[in-house]
């Protein structure tokens, strides 16, 4: 550990350890889940960090919160009705919020102290919660989602911190059961899911259950994130039996114009040439996730 820049460790990347000098802690806590720490770095802005791990930095969320939103909603048209489990900082409640199609945008957080340290400290990521189609539960995705009558959601979006801690659950085979049945027909889920570099296991897992369980189309895209462990990180897309969704070609384009609005700032990273691509996957991936 070199004094004066955070490292972050952990088992889930053994033997390596991304760092960003800190200019400043700007905040730590202890919530009833977690360690929540927030500090200015010299390169990449405010950091917000949960159990020593990086979940955002001002620079590059929006590689990461622009995917994780419109690779699902930009595949299906008229998306109306949208669930975001985790996502407290609200950065994925901003993209949802992009859509004017939308007309209901619940999330269900589990930890409170999230919410309101984004929202001191992160402003620009926290206007997702001033859109008046927002409600805001506070509580365990995987409980929130079993009282979900079944058909709800055009699109569920898991925003979920890595599988050690409480989001271990939001991995599981049970959660994506009832994922599908929150799901309408034809209905999409995409959820974080991990690096090609460093998680093929975890991957391997999730896409075989989702084949399962998901009788649409099942889909891996990945996008660039400096500040995530090996610099990218994954997506799992899934639908439900129904109308098919194409994922690698979006029905649904949004346009940057539209979605602009003052307080939230144009798209930063997300276009509908970066969609499509998003789902090329190198051989060693292919090999696993899509063998032909
Ligand atoms: N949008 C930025 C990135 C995140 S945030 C992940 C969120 O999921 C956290 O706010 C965490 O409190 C919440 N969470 C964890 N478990 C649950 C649960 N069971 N129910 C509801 N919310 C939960 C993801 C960062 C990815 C990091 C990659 N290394």
Redesign the pocket.
Known sequence: VIPGWFSEISP?WPGEAHSLKVEKILFQGNSE??KVMVFQSSTYGKV?V?DG????TERD?CA??EMIVHLPLCSISNPKKVLV?????G??LREVSRHSSVEQIDI????KM?VDVSKQFFPAVAVGYEDPRVTLHI????A?LKAVPEGTYDAVIV????PI???Q??FEKPFFESVARALRPGGVVCT?A?SIWLHMHIIEDIVKNCRQIFKGSVNYAWTTVPT??SGV?GFMLCSTEGSPVDFKHPVNPIDANDSHSKSKGPLKFYNSEIHTAAFCLPSFAKKVIDPK
């Not at 791990?53 to 955002?56: K, R, T």
């Not at 269900?108 to 930890?111: A, G, N, T, V």
């Not at 509580?139 to 995987?142: A, F």
């Not at 925003?159 to 890595?162: L, Q």
Request: charged share 20%.
């Open positions: 889930m889940y977690q917000l949960l791990v990086i979940q955002l969320e990461y919160q489990i985790g996502g407290g900082d950065g994925v269900c957080e589990i930890d999230v509580g365990d995705g995987v929130f925003d979920s911190s890595d801690g409480p989001a659950e939001l974080q991990e995530y462990p990180i």
